[in-house]
């Protein structure tokens, strides 16, 4: 059996199937190249797999009558794996060990591996040529057998083949092909910990693959969908893009129609193919369940929070007849169901609002009332007072609490206060109640409408967001609701305004500059997201609950009245660093402060002129930003960032327009001064106003209150109280207890309760106040300043 070497770099002379004229045979490799067959080769990778040498000779002799011209190294492998089976088993084992390359797929098999795969796969996702395609699988596939591994996966294959396209210069293709998702590490600290990203979500199976799904759809935008200079600006910190997880596939938040859905029966799916279809309700109970579940259905088709305008107006037709217990049961249900029904996004309660009159409004008092079977039953202001009756009725179910005398958290409840309020007997009686919740739990909200610059018609959610009637004076429309409701805020796009203050380093046009730039991002990032949500909605058919139509037609999210918001945190710091105060602390600050935001406003106005949709300034909410803002610019400019808090991780800048939390400035004078920011942030604003540990007399909270209104510019504005609960003995008290003033029960018997940035929720446990809100937000609720009413 003599062995000897042909030469390789001659070419067959003949079509495969045979030999060539001169005895060659050629066979061909899995990348598509001709290579001479060296029956050396055989013989050394058998001794390699513990075939003896005799006997690898044997092999490699009988292997020669069988091969042929032309066949695929493949298929030669499989003859030759039969023969080495044929005579030892074990060896034959150790040898496809050894020669094949199996990979577990993201399908779930074991395939061999197959190069042309990576080929097919780099033109059709990262848009090369066949033939760069094809060289760099070649290279790939060099890599991969030197690694002598018995199987590959398809993330290490795309890892390998992203590394190669780096080598090659090829950074778009590289951008194009890679992979999205988490490292094992952070899957196990997930599971295991959980994550303080969103104080509304606690830790539970469905948290985690919410997280998990988030990280694959927020690393989309940054590598796939956003430019990456808008990108980049967001890593940095320049501005933030709030929701990223949901900024490719979903709008913010909604302000719903219920006497809509009341006229055209419901489809929580939006099509009815999926689920049962309601007809219109007949019955008050009916009715509120259906609220309910608008709210909990419409969170699969939005990011943010969802609410209910004019509530308690649309819902009063139901209860004609009705005695106070009948409709108190009603309020009772639809309170609990928002309360326990935990099953929004990734295993929460639905982030949901309520709008509540006190009276039915001028706008709504002719209109058609819609009621039972989706009839009209004459004019809403037919029913102001069926609309008081469960008005009493709701709020006495919010002032009982829950089973364990907890606060209901949800809905977030913004009571609408008109002049009327403070002179009507009626009106009185129930804004008082308003006060009770205030001094029990601090849990609602005061919607001011007293104000000359606020707009008959206006709503507001608990994620800032508020929509005013002036749009639709604006559009034509023959009633300001039609701008109010079945729509809300596309997506909220931040500025971080203490970074513009470090960079321009107290030049007032460097400033103005930069803050131009940043606002380009904002624009170019709400351009975006304009289109890509209208092809949701009308090409990729993603959103069937927004476009379902009602039987006379009409699609029920109103898409051209969106708003476009654009954000801002930490003016206040911007303030101490470009003028040398803070808001509270000269007249200068404060002045430049309202200057800089004015500019922001006119921007939006602008915008609104010159592209027909409509553009605002809000307030964001900054439940992390405000905190991770701060820990950026610390880590960038050190002492040049004037934080708030202890470093590094519990600092956090003053949200939005805010005066700082912890200023020795008297409660009116706060409201003044931050209540004349109100008018300007035209697309959401809140002024929140801390009590002390003291229960307040109710009448003097609701004086105090109508002074607020009257004499402040303040559009909406609470009164929050810090809460200890007990679950030992379901003792609620004020201010944030180390025992329990009744039985005397600490540490992990006590929860605690306060408002984070637009809605109240579980602090946390223990006597350290951690497990639920992120370390900057538990900083900045030790430094609030709390009034003593």
């Not at 098999?109 to 395609?133: C, H, M, N, Y």
């Not at 699988?137 to 199987?151: H, I, M, Q």
């Not at 190669?164 to 998702?181: D, H, N, P, V």
């Not at 409408?449 to 994620?463: E, I, T, Y």
């Amino acid at each position: 059996m003599a062995y000897y070497t042909r030469d390789s770099t001659s070419n067959p002379s003949t079509p495969y199937g045979g030999r060539a004229r001169d005895g060659s045979i050629y066979v061909i490799k899995s990348d598509g190249r001709v290579e001479l067959y060296d029956p050396n080769k055989v013989v050394v990778s058998l001794i390699r797999s513990g075939v003896p040498y005799k006997t690898a000779a044997e092999i490699a002799d009988e292997l020669q009558y069988k091969v042929y011209d032309g066949m695929s190294t493949r298929t030669l492998r499989t003859i030759l794996i039969n023969l080495v089976d044929q005579r030892s088993p074990e060896a034959a084992l150790r040898y496809k060990q050894a020669h094949e390359m199996f990979v577990r797929t993201s399908r779930g098999t074991l395939e061999r591996f197959d190069p042309k795969l990576i080929e097919d796969s780099l033109v059709k996702e990262a848009g090369l040529t066949q033939e760069v395609a094809a060289h760099i699988s070649r290279e790939v596939e060099a890599k991969l057998r030197k690694l002598k591994v018995g199987y590959l996966t398809a993330p290490l294959i795309r890892e390998v083949v992203t590394v190669q396209l780096l080598e090659e210069g090829l950074e778009e293709a590289r951008s194009q092909y890679t992979r999205l998702g988490m490292p094992v590490y952070d899957v196990t600290h997930l599971i295991e910990h959980g994550s303080k990203e969103n104080a509304n979500l606690h830790h539970n199976p469905e948290t985690i693959h919410k997280f998990a799904g988030d990280q694959i759809l927020r690393e989309y935008l940054l590598v796939k969908v956003l430019p990456r200079h808008i990108t980049d600006a967001h890593l940095r910190g320049d501005i933030h893009l709030h929701d990223s997880d949901y900024y490719a596939v979903r709008p913010n938040c909604l302000q719903h129609d219920l006497s809509w859905f009341f006229a055209n029966g419901l489809r929580v799916d939006g099509t009815g193919n999926h689920t049962s279809v309601a007809a219109p309700p007949k019955h008050a109970m009916v009715a509120a369940l259906h609220a309910a579940k608008i709210l909990a259905s419409s969170q699969t088709n939005m990011a943010g929070g969802q609410s209910l305008d004019n509530f308690n107006v649309f819902m009063a037709p139901f209860f004609v007849g009705k005695s106070y217990d009948e409709v108190k049961q009603v309020a009772q249900a639809f309170v609990y169901e928002m309360n326990m029904q935990y099953v929004a996004r990734g295993g929460q309660v639905v982030f949901s609002n309520i709008n509540l009159e006190l009276t039915v409004p001028p706008f709504l008092r002719d209109e058609p009332a819609i009621g039972p079977k989706g009839k009209v039953v004459g004019k809403y202001g037919d029913f102001e007072d069926e609309m008081h009756l469960f008005t009493h009725a709701l709020l006495d179910v919010f002032l009982e609490g829950d089973a364990r005398g907890k606060p209901h958290l949800f809905p977030n409840t913004i009571v609408k206060v008109r002049d009327s309020a403070f002179k009507d007997p009626e009106q009185r009686e129930l804004l008082l109640k308003v006060h009770q919740l205030f001094s029990k739990y601090g849990t609602p909200y005061i919607l001011n409408l007293l104000p000359k610059w606020q707009h008959q018609a206006v709503n507001s959610m608990g994620c800032r967001t508020r929509l005013s009637g002036d749009w639709a004076d604006r559009q034509g429309y023959p009633n300001p609701r039609y701008s109010t409701m079945r729509t809300g805020n596309i997506h909220y796009n931040t500025i971080n305004l203490p970074r513009i203050a470090i960079e321009a380093n107290g030049d007032d046009n460097k400033a103005f500059e930069i803050l131009d730039q940043r606002l380009g991002l904002i624009r170019e990032s709400l351009e975006i997201k304009h289109d890509l949500i209208e092809r949701r909605l009308y090409k990729n058919k993603l959103l069937p609950f927004l476009t379902q139509k009602g039987a006379s037609g009409d699609e029920y999210y109103q898409f051209r009245d969106l708003t476009h918001t654009v954000g801002f945190v930490g003016l206040n710091e911007f303030t101490r660093i470009h003028v040398g105060s803070a808001l509270h602390e000269s007249r200068d600050a404060y002045d430049f402060g309202m200057d800089l935001i004015r500019y922001m406003r006119d921007w939006a106005e602008f915008l609104t002129e010159t592209t027909g949709w409509r553009w605002t300034l809000t307030q964001s909410p900054a439940e992390s930003t405000a905190g991770r803002f701060a820990k950026l610019d610390l880590r960038e400019f050190g002492d040049r960032a004037l934080v708030n808090g202890a470093a590094p991780n519990s600092v956090y800048y003053t949200n939005s327009s805010h005066l700082q939390v912890d200023a020795d400035v008297p409660l009116f004078e706060r409201a003044r001064l931050e209540g004349e920011f109100h008018p300007i942030c035209n697309g959401g604003h809140i002024t929140h106003l801390f009590l002390g540990e003291g229960t307040p007399n109710p009448e003097g909270l609701m004086s105090l209150t109508e002074k607020l209104c009257r004499h402040t510019n303040m559009g909406l504005f609470d009164y929050t109280r810090d809460l200890t609960t007990c679950k030992n003995c379901a003792t609620v008290s004020g201010g944030l207890q180390k025992t329990c003033p009744n039985c005397g029960a600490s540490g992990a018997d006590l929860e605690y309760y306060s408002r984070i940035t637009g809605y109240c929720q579980r602090i946390g446990s223990g006597d350290s106040c951690t497990g639920g809100w992120n370390d900057s937000k538990v900083a900045e609720l030790r430094d609030r300043r709390r009034y003593c009413i």
